[in-house]
């Protein structure tokens, strides 16, 4: 049976019903102050606004916990030795990788670093290809200058830029939903999307859903195409071709996007691991953390020895704070 990507239709799904609120809201108030109704009166029709639709928050995450319960043993037993499960879609001009995986963090720590846009910048700096991230909150919505490039250092002017939005969906005690969406990509991709569902579990962990997506044009095709022709062609993603126990892993587009969407939720799991460390020590402790665990499936993610990603990302990181220090 084929499963069901549940961000895409949950964040759509919340979507519509965040804009929903807002114009019953803004209905229900008019009226109540138009014919004069006491300030306590509209105090309460507000809180009975917001309790309809905490509903949905509500069933979102029942379906998110319905999920968990359907990946019981895929989560248990699996290839990758940690309770995650990937899949991966490609269409005609789209690829699309969803990740879900049980998380030894408790959800309120993921909740309160997945609701601030610098966390993000923090997470997506550990990613091999990304030379900087900035987040800006004096806008709406919220956004992240994201520069991606090689996998070795680059100048800032030698990488790509990538201008996300940056939205929470939905926040509440049991459930949060967070995007990001960028228009525009090199090389004619467009489209692209992160988005990130998490659900509290019991005995302080978290159940996460991370979908990464994007769209292409010609010329990312034919990049993409050249790019697996020469230095890409032994590049696999980690599905299987089929349930042959002999079988290939997913090359091509599909396999780029398994990679990438791995490397994003390792970055995750790293972040949040360092939590426990001292401040001073954190940094230093995401990107150890984030090596050996990408280092566990080198066959899809080897690209550099250690000590170079490490004072890579080093680099990259204290040219990352230092532009924050100047836009503070």
């Known amino acids: 049976m084929e499963l069901v990507d549940l961000s895409h239709v949950c964040c759509c799904q919340t979507v519509k019903m965040k804009k929903t609120q807002n114009l019953v809201f803004k209905k229900v108030m008019h009226t109540a102050f138009s014919i004069g109704l006491p300030l306590v009166v509209v105090i309460n029709a ?15 995450a029942n379906a998110m916990l319905e999920k968990h319960a359907e990946l019981k043993s895929s989560l248990a037993q699996n290839q990758y030795r940690r309770p995650l499960f990937l899949e991966s ?16 963090s408790p959800f309120s720590a993921v909740s309160e670093t997945f609701k601030k846009p ?14 900087y991230c900035q987040a800006t909150t004096n806008t709406s919505p919220s956004t992240l200058a994201v520069n991606i490039g090689k996998k070795t250092p680059q100048t800032l002017s030698e990488s790509f830029l990538l201008e996300f939005s940056y939205r929470v969906i939905s926040s509440s005690p049991d459930y949060l939903a967070v995007r990001l969406h960028a228009d525009k990509g090199p090389l004619s991709t467009t489209d692209y999307q992160m988005v990130l ?19 292409y044009g010609l010329a990312g095709r034919l990049a993409m195409q050249a790019y ?14 089929s349930q042959e126990p002999s ?46 665990a990408t280092e566990q499936y080198s066959r899809q993610l ?24 100047v836009a503070e």
């Open 302 to 325: 080897h690209e550099v020895d250690r000590s170079d990603y490490i004072q890579m990302k080093k680099d990259e990181y204290l040219r990352q704070r230092a532009n924050t220090v």
């Open 247 to 292: 079988s290939s892993f997913v090359g091509g587009m599909r396999g780029t996007v398994e990679r990438n969407t791995m490397r994003y939720f390792l970055a995750i799991e790293a972040y949040l691991a360092s939590l426990k460390q001292p401040s001073a020590q954190q940094f230093n402790s995401r990107t150890q953390y984030w090596f050996d």
């Open 118 to 131: 610098d966390h993000w910048c923090d997470v997506l700096i550990l990613h091999i290809n990304t030379k």
């Open 46 to 60: 507000s809180f009975w606004v917001q309790s309809v639709f905490a509903q949905g928050s509500t069933q979102t």
């Open 228 to 241: 697996l022709a020469t230095i890409g062609r032994d590049k696999v993603g980690f599905s299987k071709l």
């Open 89 to 104: 879609a490609e269409a005609a001009d789209t690829v699309s990788s969803t990740a879900y995986a049980v998380l030894d």
């Open 197 to 215: 569902q998490a659900v509290p579990l019991p005995e302080g962990k978290t159940f996460i859903n991370l979908r990464y997506s994007y769209g």
